[in-house]
């Protein structure tokens, strides 16, 4: 089985059956899973409205369940993955 080292490593799927086949030989690296849990020394958070197109959105909280994440929680390691990706390509 395929260890997922990285979420971009996740293609898109153009149906759950795809999804279904890809998922059989792969599997996300554990550390991978420990990185999206709540990091503790954030005392507080802000909540905010975004739009979704309600596609995209049905395709995020998929994508979260079958990583046994809360969608919310998901996009929000992702945004703190983006972010560290910029600021230090900002360093460069």
């Known amino acids: ?3 997922i080292e990285s979420w971009d490593a996740i293609p898109e799927f153009e149906d759950e059956k795809e999804e279904a086949k890809f998922w059989s030989s792969h ?3 554990p550390r ?3 990185a999206s849990v709540h990091r503790q020394n954030v005392r507080e958070s802000t909540t905010i409205t975004l ?3 309600p596609q995209m ?5 998929r994508l979260a369940r079958h990583r046994y994440l809360n969608y919310q929680s998901m996009i929000k390691q992702w ?3 983006r972010l560290e ?6 360093g460069d």
Not at 57 to 61: A, G, H
Request: glycine share 0%; aromatic share 4%; net charge positive.
């Open 57 to 61: 959105l049905s395709r995020i909280k």
């Open 1 to 3: 089985m395929k260890k």
């Open 51 to 53: 739009r979704f197109d």
């Open 27 to 29: 599997a996300l690296d």
């Open 85 to 90: 990706d910029e600021i230090s390509k900002q």
């Open 32 to 34: 991978l899973m420990n």
């Open 79 to 81: 945004l703190s993955e």
